[in-house]
């Protein structure tokens, strides 16, 4: 994906606006409330502008400048850009939206509420609010199954479990909850040559063997070669041939030939780090969220930072985060 120098024009508009490279290049362009709506709209409907109505979906509609809505003439409703997005009933424009995207998608280790609301000249909890929203956008929306190998591990975020043997698993696994940790599992395609393997990670309610196991079954291609740890969760994945399980008993050494789970255990230290260095500590209700930055950063990683930020923009279409669902006030 190339998008340096593409020009993005749509008949709304005499901008014509281009994929910035750069901070130093995204400042003005979505800096600028006219061109960053202009930006939006020539992501969102690259072939033409559509009624986002349920059922409606009309392309025969027509733009009401002042008010930047469009009126559909079949369905007669208006809408504008921001309906069934992550930035609906935001009173925000694009110009904040966008470079909040932009830092968020492009900050290795995150970035705090606090730090957008400064750059940003919003509230920390507008800018709270809204790193939620995006954060919602950055979850991939692709359920493919990973091919092998692939590396499972499971870890715990929040606090003093730095590191456990089987032992000490087995005696604070079912504890977690109490002391205010959370179980996160991550499955990681390993990356060849060619191909740059895939992350998925989520938080577990345990991590049992019903729960690990049924985690691998729905993420990984059967038949796959699958790397773990000792922890008996794993116990059983090379029954009925269903994958070929490979095991590095960490009490006793770490790698064995290609037998290693290093590639998912650097994925836990980099979310670890964002989560501890920059999030202090997020209530559990919210981390899944944060595993679904840092996924997203993860996935992304061959791209430039001019060409992560589209994506999210584009995943942003279809997805709705209300203040009242994220504070569980529903
Ligand atoms: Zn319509």
Redesign the pocket.
């Known amino acids: 994906m190339t998008h340096s120098g593409l020009l993005l024009q749509n008949k709304y508009t005499a901008h014509k606006v281009t994929y910035p490279r750069t901070l130093a290049e995204a400042i003005p362009t979505y800096g600028d409330p006219e061109k960053a709506h202009a930006f939006v709209v020539a992501l969102r409907w690259p072939s033409g502008v559509a009624?986002p109505?349920h059922g409606?979906?009309?392309a025969n509609?027509h733009f009401i400048a002042t008010r930047k809505t469009w009126r559909?003439n079949?369905?007669?409703?208006q809408f504008s850009a921001k309906v069934g997005t992550i930035f609906e009933e935001s009173p925000l424009g694009y110009d904040k939206w966008l470079l909040a995207i932009w830092l968020i998608t492009n900050a290795k280790n995150g970035i705090s509420s606090c730090e957008i609301a400064r750059s940003l000249n919003v509230t920390q909890k507008t800018a709270w609010f809204m790193l939620h929203r995006i954060r919602a956008a950055m979850k991939s929306g692709t359920f493919e199954k990973l091919a092998g190998p692939v590396e499972a591990d499971e870890t715990f975020v929040g606090g003093i479990f730095k590191s456990m043997n089987n032992k000490r698993k087995a005696r604070v696994g079912r504890a977690w909850s109490e002391r205010g940790k959370v179980a996160v599992m991550g499955i990681v395609q390993r990356s060849t040559e060619d191909h740059k393997g895939k992350v998925r990670a989520f938080v577990v309610p345990f991590i049992e063997g019903g729960v690990l196991k049924g985690a691998i079954r729905k993420h990984v291609m059967a038949g796959a070669e699958v790397h773990t740890d000792g922890w008996k969760g794993y116990k059983g994945l090379d029954s009925d041939e269903a994958y070929i399980h490979h095991v590095i008993d960490h009490a006793y050494e770490y790698v064995r030939g290609n037998v290693h789970t290093n590639s998912i255990e650097s994925f836990f230290s980099v979310l670890k780090r964002t989560i501890k260095g920059t999030y202090i500590a997020p209530r559990p209700q919210h981390l899944q969220r944060y595993i679904e930055e840092q996924v997203h950063r993860f996935n992304e990683r061959e791209k430039t930072d001019g060409e992560r930020f589209p994506v999210v923009v584009k995943q942003a279409d279809g997805v709705r985060l209300t203040y009242k669902k994220l504070t569980g006030k529903d």
């Open positions: 009624c109505r409606c979906g009309s509609v559909c079949d369905c007669k409703r």
